[in-house]
Protein backbone atom coordinates (compact mmCIF):
# COMPACT_ATOMS: atom_id res chain seq x y z
CA UNK A 1 0.00 0.00 0.00
CA UNK A 2 2.56 2.47 0.87
CA UNK A 3 4.35 1.89 -2.41
CA UNK A 4 1.27 2.36 -4.46
CA UNK A 5 0.77 5.60 -2.12
CA UNK A 6 4.38 6.36 -2.84
CA UNK A 7 3.61 5.68 -6.61
CA UNK A 8 0.49 7.24 -6.83
CA UNK A 9 2.37 10.75 -4.87
CA UNK A 10 5.41 10.55 -7.93
CA UNK A 11 2.72 10.53 -10.89
CA UNK A 12 0.44 13.67 -9.08
CA UNK A 13 3.72 15.46 -9.01
CA UNK A 14 5.10 15.01 -12.33
CA UNK A 15 1.62 15.53 -13.49
CA UNK A 16 1.77 18.55 -12.12
CA UNK A 17 4.95 19.56 -13.61
CA UNK A 18 4.44 22.59 -16.55
CA UNK A 19 4.70 21.29 -20.09
CA UNK A 20 8.66 21.81 -21.56
CA UNK A 21 8.60 24.08 -24.75
CA UNK A 22 5.71 26.59 -25.85
CA UNK A 23 2.07 27.15 -24.59
CA UNK A 24 -0.55 26.85 -27.64
CA UNK A 25 -3.50 25.15 -26.41
CA UNK A 26 -5.85 22.78 -27.35
CA UNK A 27 -6.28 22.48 -30.79
CA UNK A 28 -9.76 23.72 -32.42
CA UNK A 29 -12.73 21.34 -32.44
CA UNK A 30 -14.09 22.36 -35.27
CA UNK A 31 -11.33 20.29 -36.98
CA UNK A 32 -13.48 17.19 -35.76
CA UNK A 33 -15.59 17.85 -38.05
CA UNK A 34 -13.74 16.83 -40.90
CA UNK A 35 -12.50 13.18 -41.17
CA UNK A 36 -8.25 12.97 -41.02
CA UNK A 37 -8.23 9.95 -43.09
CA UNK A 38 -10.08 11.45 -45.87
CA UNK A 39 -8.35 14.50 -45.96
CA UNK A 40 -5.36 13.14 -45.71
CA UNK A 41 -6.39 10.90 -48.47
CA UNK A 42 -6.91 14.11 -50.73
CA UNK A 43 -4.03 15.58 -49.84
CA UNK A 44 -1.74 12.72 -51.05
CA UNK A 45 -3.62 12.95 -54.46
CA UNK A 46 -3.22 16.55 -54.68
CA UNK A 47 0.52 16.21 -53.53
CA UNK A 48 0.94 13.45 -56.43
CA UNK A 49 -0.78 15.81 -58.87
CA UNK A 50 1.73 18.70 -57.61
CA UNK A 51 4.71 16.74 -58.50
CA UNK A 52 3.82 15.18 -61.62
CA UNK A 53 2.68 18.43 -62.90
CA UNK A 54 6.57 19.99 -61.62
CA UNK A 55 8.18 16.83 -63.61
CA UNK A 56 6.55 17.23 -66.45
CA UNK A 57 7.92 20.71 -66.62
CA UNK A 58 11.10 19.24 -65.48
CA UNK A 59 10.79 21.40 -62.27
CA UNK A 60 11.11 18.86 -60.01
CA UNK A 61 14.21 18.26 -57.95
CA UNK A 62 15.99 14.73 -58.61
CA UNK A 63 16.43 12.87 -55.40
CA UNK A 64 20.00 13.19 -55.70
CA UNK A 65 19.66 17.25 -56.20
CA UNK A 66 21.94 18.52 -53.47
CA UNK A 67 18.94 20.85 -52.00
CA UNK A 68 16.74 17.78 -51.88
CA UNK A 69 19.18 16.07 -50.20
CA UNK A 70 19.59 18.74 -47.59
CA UNK A 71 16.13 19.26 -47.19
CA UNK A 72 15.17 15.12 -46.45
CA UNK A 73 18.34 15.21 -44.14
CA UNK A 74 16.59 18.32 -41.70
CA UNK A 75 13.19 16.63 -42.34
CA UNK A 76 14.37 13.20 -41.12
CA UNK A 77 15.54 15.56 -37.58
CA UNK A 78 12.47 17.06 -37.21
CA UNK A 79 10.22 14.64 -38.04
CA UNK A 80 10.91 12.31 -34.68
CA UNK A 81 9.43 15.05 -32.53
CA UNK A 82 6.16 15.27 -34.63
CA UNK A 83 4.34 13.22 -32.61
CA UNK A 84 4.30 14.51 -29.40
CA UNK A 85 2.20 17.08 -31.02
CA UNK A 86 -0.04 14.86 -33.04
CA UNK A 87 -0.74 11.01 -32.70
CA UNK A 88 -1.41 9.85 -36.10
CA UNK A 89 2.11 11.73 -37.31
CA UNK A 90 3.61 8.30 -36.60
CA UNK A 91 1.16 6.84 -39.47
CA UNK A 92 1.81 9.23 -41.98
CA UNK A 93 4.29 8.24 -45.04
CA UNK A 94 6.35 11.54 -44.92
CA UNK A 95 7.64 13.27 -47.95
CA UNK A 96 9.87 15.86 -49.11
CA UNK A 97 10.28 17.48 -52.03
CA UNK A 98 11.72 20.34 -54.21
CA UNK A 99 10.10 22.69 -56.80
CA UNK A 100 12.23 24.81 -59.01
CA UNK A 101 10.03 28.30 -59.15
CA UNK A 102 10.74 31.89 -57.94
CA UNK A 103 7.53 31.44 -55.12
CA UNK A 104 9.19 32.28 -51.87
CA UNK A 105 7.16 29.33 -50.20
CA UNK A 106 6.95 26.05 -48.61
CA UNK A 107 4.00 24.11 -47.16
CA UNK A 108 3.25 20.85 -45.53
CA UNK A 109 0.05 19.07 -46.38
CA UNK A 110 -1.73 16.95 -44.18
CA UNK A 111 -0.52 13.64 -43.79
CA UNK A 112 3.19 15.04 -44.30
CA UNK A 113 3.49 15.84 -48.02
CA UNK A 114 5.92 18.68 -47.70
CA UNK A 115 7.09 21.10 -50.71
CA UNK A 116 9.60 23.48 -51.24
CA UNK A 117 10.02 26.21 -53.87
CA UNK A 118 13.96 27.29 -55.01
CA UNK A 119 12.48 30.68 -55.02
CA UNK A 120 12.63 30.44 -51.22
CA UNK A 121 15.94 28.98 -50.54
CA UNK A 122 17.80 30.58 -53.19
CA UNK A 123 16.01 34.11 -52.83
CA UNK A 124 16.80 34.22 -49.39
CA UNK A 125 19.76 32.46 -48.99
CA UNK A 126 18.42 30.55 -45.99
CA UNK A 127 21.00 28.61 -43.99
CA UNK A 128 19.76 25.23 -42.34
CA UNK A 129 18.88 26.69 -39.59
CA UNK A 130 16.65 29.36 -41.15
CA UNK A 131 15.24 26.12 -43.05
CA UNK A 132 14.76 23.79 -40.41
CA UNK A 133 12.45 26.60 -39.02
CA UNK A 134 10.48 27.02 -42.11
CA UNK A 135 10.18 23.41 -42.28
CA UNK A 136 9.17 23.25 -38.87
CA UNK A 137 6.33 25.99 -39.03
CA UNK A 138 4.39 24.19 -42.01
CA UNK A 139 4.51 20.19 -40.25
CA UNK A 140 2.91 22.93 -37.60
CA UNK A 141 0.16 23.36 -39.74
CA UNK A 142 -0.26 19.86 -40.52
CA UNK A 143 0.10 18.61 -36.89
CA UNK A 144 -1.98 20.93 -35.37
CA UNK A 145 -4.94 20.11 -37.72
CA UNK A 146 -5.01 23.78 -39.20
CA UNK A 147 -6.42 22.60 -42.36
CA UNK A 148 -9.20 20.92 -41.14
CA UNK A 149 -10.07 23.66 -38.94
CA UNK A 150 -10.16 26.25 -42.14
CA UNK A 151 -12.31 23.96 -44.37
CA UNK A 152 -14.16 22.95 -42.04
CA UNK A 153 -15.29 26.78 -40.44
CA UNK A 154 -15.52 27.36 -44.74
CA UNK A 155 -17.84 24.97 -45.01
CA UNK A 156 -20.53 26.03 -42.51
CA UNK A 157 -20.13 29.92 -43.80
CA UNK A 158 -20.88 28.66 -47.19
CA UNK A 159 -23.80 26.48 -46.03
CA UNK A 160 -21.88 23.06 -47.35
CA UNK A 161 -23.82 21.17 -43.88
CA UNK A 162 -26.52 21.77 -41.93
CA UNK A 163 -24.89 24.26 -39.44
CA UNK A 164 -27.45 22.42 -36.47
CA UNK A 165 -25.94 19.22 -36.95
CA UNK A 166 -21.78 20.59 -37.86
CA UNK A 167 -22.11 22.24 -34.24
CA UNK A 168 -23.52 19.31 -32.46
CA UNK A 169 -20.79 16.85 -34.36
CA UNK A 170 -18.06 18.94 -32.44
CA UNK A 171 -18.93 17.06 -29.49
CA UNK A 172 -19.89 13.72 -31.05
CA UNK A 173 -17.17 13.03 -33.80
CA UNK A 174 -16.86 13.78 -37.58
CA UNK A 175 -20.09 14.68 -39.57
CA UNK A 176 -19.70 12.62 -42.40
CA UNK A 177 -22.11 15.06 -44.61
CA UNK A 178 -19.59 17.98 -43.86
CA UNK A 179 -16.64 15.66 -44.86
CA UNK A 180 -18.56 14.88 -48.23
CA UNK A 181 -19.77 18.82 -48.87
CA UNK A 182 -15.60 19.55 -48.30
CA UNK A 183 -14.65 16.91 -50.77
CA UNK A 184 -17.07 18.07 -53.55
CA UNK A 185 -15.99 21.99 -52.76
CA UNK A 186 -12.20 20.89 -54.97
CA UNK A 187 -10.47 23.30 -52.23
CA UNK A 188 -6.30 22.87 -53.14
CA UNK A 189 -5.07 22.19 -49.64
CA UNK A 190 -1.36 23.42 -50.46
CA UNK A 191 -3.17 27.06 -51.44
CA UNK A 192 -5.33 27.17 -48.06
CA UNK A 193 -4.89 31.05 -46.38
CA UNK A 194 -4.59 29.92 -42.35
CA UNK A 195 -5.99 32.95 -39.73
CA UNK A 196 -3.47 34.99 -37.44
CA UNK A 197 -3.64 32.52 -34.74
CA UNK A 198 -2.89 29.80 -36.86
CA UNK A 199 0.32 31.26 -38.12
CA UNK A 200 1.59 32.00 -34.67
CA UNK A 201 0.64 29.22 -33.50
CA UNK A 202 3.05 27.31 -36.23
CA UNK A 203 5.56 29.94 -35.70
CA UNK A 204 5.92 28.84 -31.99
CA UNK A 205 5.02 25.17 -32.37
CA UNK A 206 7.40 24.93 -35.63
CA UNK A 207 10.47 26.88 -33.38
CA UNK A 208 9.92 24.08 -30.80
CA UNK A 209 10.30 21.02 -33.04
CA UNK A 210 13.34 22.62 -35.09
CA UNK A 211 14.69 23.29 -31.06
CA UNK A 212 14.22 19.52 -30.13
CA UNK A 213 15.54 18.66 -33.39
CA UNK A 214 18.77 20.39 -32.90
CA UNK A 215 18.51 23.69 -35.07
CA UNK A 216 19.04 26.66 -33.55
CA UNK A 217 15.96 28.28 -32.41
CA UNK A 218 17.41 32.18 -32.89
CA UNK A 219 17.22 31.33 -36.70
CA UNK A 220 13.36 32.66 -36.62
CA UNK A 221 14.58 36.00 -36.17
CA UNK A 222 16.87 36.28 -38.82
CA UNK A 223 14.65 34.36 -41.10
CA UNK A 224 11.49 36.73 -40.70
CA UNK A 225 14.18 39.90 -41.00
CA UNK A 226 14.70 38.37 -44.78
CA UNK A 227 11.25 37.31 -45.32
CA UNK A 228 10.32 41.27 -44.54
CA UNK A 229 13.07 42.24 -46.53
CA UNK A 230 11.52 40.32 -49.50
CA UNK A 231 7.82 41.68 -49.05
CA UNK A 232 8.42 44.93 -48.49
CA UNK A 233 5.05 45.95 -50.61
CA UNK A 234 3.42 43.82 -47.90
CA UNK A 235 0.27 45.36 -46.42
CA UNK A 236 0.11 46.49 -42.98
CA UNK A 237 -0.86 43.47 -40.04
CA UNK A 238 -4.60 44.62 -39.83
CA UNK A 239 -5.63 44.27 -43.44
CA UNK A 240 -3.53 41.04 -43.64
CA UNK A 241 -4.43 37.28 -42.29
CA UNK A 242 -0.54 36.99 -41.37
CA UNK A 243 0.74 38.44 -38.92
CA UNK A 244 3.38 41.09 -39.54
CA UNK A 245 7.10 40.63 -39.30
CA UNK A 246 8.17 42.82 -36.73
CA UNK A 247 5.04 40.73 -35.04
CA UNK A 248 6.17 37.42 -35.37
CA UNK A 249 9.63 38.71 -34.60
CA UNK A 250 8.56 39.96 -31.34
CA UNK A 251 6.71 36.72 -30.46
CA UNK A 252 9.83 34.27 -31.57
CA UNK A 253 12.09 36.52 -28.99
CA UNK A 254 9.44 36.52 -26.42
CA UNK A 255 9.45 32.05 -26.59
CA UNK A 256 13.00 31.98 -26.86
CA UNK A 257 13.99 31.41 -22.76
CA UNK A 258 11.43 28.24 -23.39
CA UNK A 259 12.92 26.98 -26.35
CA UNK A 260 16.91 27.42 -25.79
CA UNK A 261 17.23 24.99 -23.44
CA UNK A 262 15.83 22.18 -25.57
CA UNK A 263 17.88 23.29 -28.12
CA UNK A 264 21.60 23.64 -26.04
CA UNK A 265 20.53 19.97 -24.68
CA UNK A 266 19.78 18.64 -28.28
CA UNK A 267 23.48 19.46 -29.62
CA UNK A 268 25.17 18.45 -26.35
Given at each position: ??????????C????A??????????????????????????????????????????A?????H?????????????I?????????????N????LI???????Y?M???K???????????????????M????E????????????M????????????????A?????????L?D??????????????????????????M??????G???????????K???????????????????????????ANL????????????
Amino acid sequence: MALALGALSLCALACAQPREGVQVGQPSVFANMIAPARLERDAALQYQQTLAQAEQNRALGHADHPQVLRLRAIAQRIIPFAQAWNPRAERWNWEVNLIGAQQINAYCMPGGKIVFFTGLLNGLRLNDDEVAMVMGHEIAHALREHARERMAKSAATNGLARIGGALASVWLGVDPHLTDAVARSGAHLATLEFSREDESEADLVGMELAARAGFDPRAGVSLWKKMSAANKGAPPQWLSTHPSGKTRIADIEANLPKVMPLYLRAKR
